[in-house]
């Protein structure tokens, strides 16, 4: 591995990072996962930043931090150890928003809670920086090597190339993900108005009442039994199905299917 203080070394890392980006940059129009693109970004981190071992992404949710993804299990001992002590090079990425490079004896004269904690991890070096989503998203990426020193000025400006990149591709997981909420919500409305219309329609037919009147009556077993408007004409559409006989010439007995609709609710997964 070339060092980062050598122009060979700054070219290959700082090219390896252009590639990276211009993936992400490739993979923004088929983003629909927030949980795939974090670890996609964590990836792509270590693999473009060299003297990068491992990587891990923080949040935090209603105050309190934790990390989402890891590309080893052992660093989630060193963010452990952070958010017990609450210091430590993604925490301060996170309160200052700033880049944090932290090598060698740095983390112990600035965290030494931290350093004492995780110090059986092993890793000796880290690189923090913040991810700045929307007003109820925000973390940081972290790197971490074993390595004294391992991270430098090149890695440092490699890194913020990269973390503008994968905010991009965050939020853009995250609007995908809360539109395509949004849509499933517009279904489920429009699979219950359906299916109202369709029953409304149905006790129209079956009781010769008018458009009003019968949605009238479905409300009124609806308040009277407690039952939902939906779950109610979900019910007799099920009754209705279960009875293919059931003609304009039964109506009575089509009335005591919508009085008693309720009492059959969740039979049959209604």
């Known amino acids: ?38 670890e996609r970004i964590c990836l792509d981190a270590v693999e473009s930043i060299d003297d990068a071992e491992a990587a ?39 309160a200052t928003q700033s880049l944090v490079v932290a090598n060698g004896p740095s983390p112990a004269d600035r965290w030494p809670a931290f350093t004492r904690r995780a110090g059986r991890s092993g890793y000796r070096s880290f690189l923090s920086a913040p991810l700045a989503i929307d007003a109820d998203y925000s973390g940081a990426l972290n790197l971490y090597s074993s390595q004294p020193d391992a991270f430098s000025t090149v890695d440092a400006a490699a ?30 409305a429009m699979e219950s108005r359906a299916g109202i ?15 009003e009147k019968a949605f009238d009556l479905i409300k009124w077993r609806s308040q009277e039994t407690n039952t939902a408007v939906r779950v109610l004409c979900r019910q ?17 007995e089509f009335a005591k299917l919508l009085m008693t609709a309720h009492e059959r609710v969740g039979e049959g997964g209604a």
């Open 1 to 38: 591995m070339l060092t980062s203080s050598s122009d060979n070394g700054a070219d290959d890392l700082l090219g390896s990072v252009a590639d990276t980006v211009t993936a992400l940059a490739d993979m923004l129009s088929t983003i629909t996962d927030v949980d795939s693109t974090v």
């Open 56 to 94: 891990a992404v923080t949040v935090v949710r209603d105050g309190k931090p934790a990390t989402i993804c890891s590309t080893v299990d052992a660093v989630l001992a060193v963010d452990a150890a952070q958010y017990e002590t609450g210091e430590g090079p993604c925490l301060e990425a996170i």
């Open 159 to 188: 890194m913020r190339i990269y973390v503008s990149v994968a905010v991009t591709a965050l939020g853009a997981a995250r609007r995908a993900a809360a539109a395509q909420a949004q849509v499933e919500r517009l279904l489920g």
């Open 197 to 211: 219309e369709q029953a409304k329609g149905i006790v129209m037919v079956m009781l010769n009442v008018t458009d």
């Open 236 to 252: 007799l559409l099920a009754d209705v199905a279960a009875n293919p006989l059931l003609d304009q010439g039964v109506s009575a």
